[in-house]
């Protein structure tokens, strides 16, 4: 029987080593916390973090490890893959969260700005899923969780379109690797949430954050840990038989 409560969680993680990139604030930051909180081994991986040879732990958040990514970059991706494997010989959950968001218009959309956000948002979700499977494959174990959005299933709100674009291929590649990889009992799925509070949705005008709040039928913007939690659920064992799943944490904005 598990009597563990919300605010002291079980330990079933514990010995497993997961992999965050994106992992250093906001929903990605929330995700290395909860699987922290349950015993796992976490490295915090993104670009925002200096650049060294050693993981090395990050100061606001106790126990969990950070290494600096480039996600759209695959040297820095390799590397990152081979400096865990060197250390911990294998990674049991890995959590694509690094992602970009830029707002303009179609019209005002470079061609540059537009490879950057497709660069970051589904070319490193790409490098990192085929290094995961890559290793998963060989043991014939281990989740992997993509962060999609609301935005590519619907398009997006106005002046997204790249952005949007770029999630739509993450929810489609995550069910293209979901079947290559079900065969060796190796999980994909991905969450796509909604309007969340981070520093990004934090930087909105009122006005833009009152319609946007209008849109969900909850009527509030999501927390980061709710985003963590659903991430939780599907690298679990819970989850076993669950694969190619797009699960939506948006309070009911996109039905589906």
């Not at 060197?86 to 959309?109: H, K, L, N, Q, Y």
């Not at 949705?201 to 985003?227: K, L, N, Y």
């Amino acid at each position: 029987m598990n009597n563990a409560s919300p605010d002291m969680p079980d330990m079933e993680f514990q010995h497993k080593v997961a992999l965050v990139t994106g992992g250093a604030k906001g929903i990605g930051l929330a995700i290395a916390n909860a699987l922290a909180a349950r015993g796992a081994t976490v490295i915090a991986a993104d670009v925002s973090i200096a650049a060294s040879a050693d993981m090395q732990s990050l100061p606001h958040a106790p126990g969990i490890l950070g290494a600096r990514v480039d996600v759209s970059d695959e040297a820095s991706v390799l590397a990152l893959f081979a400096t865990i494997l060197d250390r911990f010989a294998a990674v049991d959950i890995v959590v694509s969260s690094a992602g970009i968001f830029r707002t303009a218009t179609i019209p005002e959309i470079s061609a540059a700005e537009w490879d950057r956000v497709m660069a970051v948002n589904l070319r490193g979700t790409f490098l990192v899923g085929r290094e995961a499977f890559k290793q998963m494959r060989e043991r014939r174990a281990g989740r992997i969780v993509n962060l999609a959005s609301t935005a590519g299933k619907t398009g997006g709100a106005t002046a997204q379109a790249h952005y949007a674009a770029s999630k739509a291929g993450v929810i489609c590649f995550t069910k293209s690797l979901a079947r290559e990889a079900a065969p060796y009992h190796v999980n994909v799925n991905a969450v796509a949430p909604g309007p969340t509070e981070t520093d990004l949705t934090a930087s909105w005008s009122p006005a833009v954050r009152a319609a946007s709040a209008a849109a969900i039928p909850w009527g509030e913007f999501a927390q980061p840990q709710d985003v963590a939690e659903a991430v939780v659920f599907l690298v679990s064992d819970r989850a076993r038989y669950l694969t190619g799943e797009i699960l939506d944490v948006n309070g009911g904005m996109v039905m589906d």
